[in-house]
Antibody, heavy 121, light 108 residues
Framework: QITLKESGPTLVRPTQTLTLTCTFSGFTLSTSAVAVGWIRQPPGKALEWLALVYWDDIKRYSPSLQSRLSITKDTSKSQVVLTLANVNPADTATYFC?????????????WGLGTLVTVSS | EIVLTQSPGTLSLSPGERATLSCRASQSVSSSHFAWYQQRPGQAPRLLIYGAFRRATGIPDRFSGSGSGTDFTLTISRLEPEDFAVYYC?????????FGQGTKLEIK
């Protein structure tokens, strides 16, 4: 059974760096062609993809946010960490981590429940 | 950068009716990297369709996807009460993921 769980702060001050951790089970991030990524959703708005890391440590970022984003993986801990620098109120959102298995042609087949992050002073 | 435009924004139908949701891309995209998701209130999105027409594991056959190039469609043949939700289309091209703005399917 594949599960993912997001963890991190619920409140972040403007200009600070947000750090979120995705802890997963039921698969390994060392398997060829798999990936873990992050998608966010501001309250009442649409989904927005942020970043992903592949099994071979190749990373991809949203062009509009890549200067502020960093994603890393720790295969031994089954974790993926996302950092978002210099946050502002527009970064208030529910942040989801998701797993992209090798059999769904790049689609996000498994999702965590999400964690709501509020950016406010 | 590809933009995905979903229509209509809101669709009001009754259980048992047929729903047709559209997604148009600003330029031609690969069908093999096109997907649809369902999101119920307070829940994470759920993958319905990948590769434009392939159903994900456990998805009922009343859900079907079609289309190619710039125009894609999600069809729900007979609406069940649990189908009333928000639906998103998604493309994955050039190592960048793009989502549509969503279609809300509500009970009439």
């Amino acid at each position: 059974q594949i599960t993912l769980k997001e963890s991190g702060p619920t409140l972040v001050r403007p200009t600070q760096t947000l750090t979120l951790t995705c802890t997963f089970s039921g698969f390994t991030l060392s398997t060829s062609a798999v990936a873990v990524g992050w998608i966010r959703q501001p309250p009442g708005k649409a989904l927005e993809w942020l970043a992903l890391v592949y099994w071979d440590d190749i990373k991809r970022y949203s062009p509009s946010l890549q200067s502020r984003l960093s994603i890393t993986k720790d295969t031994s801990k089954s974790q993926v960490v996302l950092t978002l620098a210099n946050v502002n109120p527009a970064d208030t959102a529910t942040y989801f981590c998701a797993h992209r298995p090798d059999y769904y042609d790049g689609a996000w087949g498994f999702w965590g429940l999400g964690t709501l992050v509020t950016v406010s002073s | 950068e590809i933009v995905l435009t979903q229509s209509p924004g809101t669709l009001s139908l009754s259980p048992g009716e047929r729903a047709t949701l559209s997604c148009r891309a600003s330029q031609s995209v690969s069908s093999s990297h096109f997907a649809w998701y369902q999101q119920r209130p307070g829940q994470a999105p759920r993958l319905l369709i990948y590769g434009a027409f392939r159903r994900a594991t456990g998805i009922p056959d009343r859900f079907s996807g079609s289309g190619s190039g710039t125009d894609f469609t999600l069809t729900i043949s007979r609406l069940e009460p649990e189908d009333f939700a928000v639906y998103y289309c998604q493309d994955y091209g050039s190592s960048v993921y793009t989502f549509g703005q969503g279609t809300k399917l509500e009970i009439k």
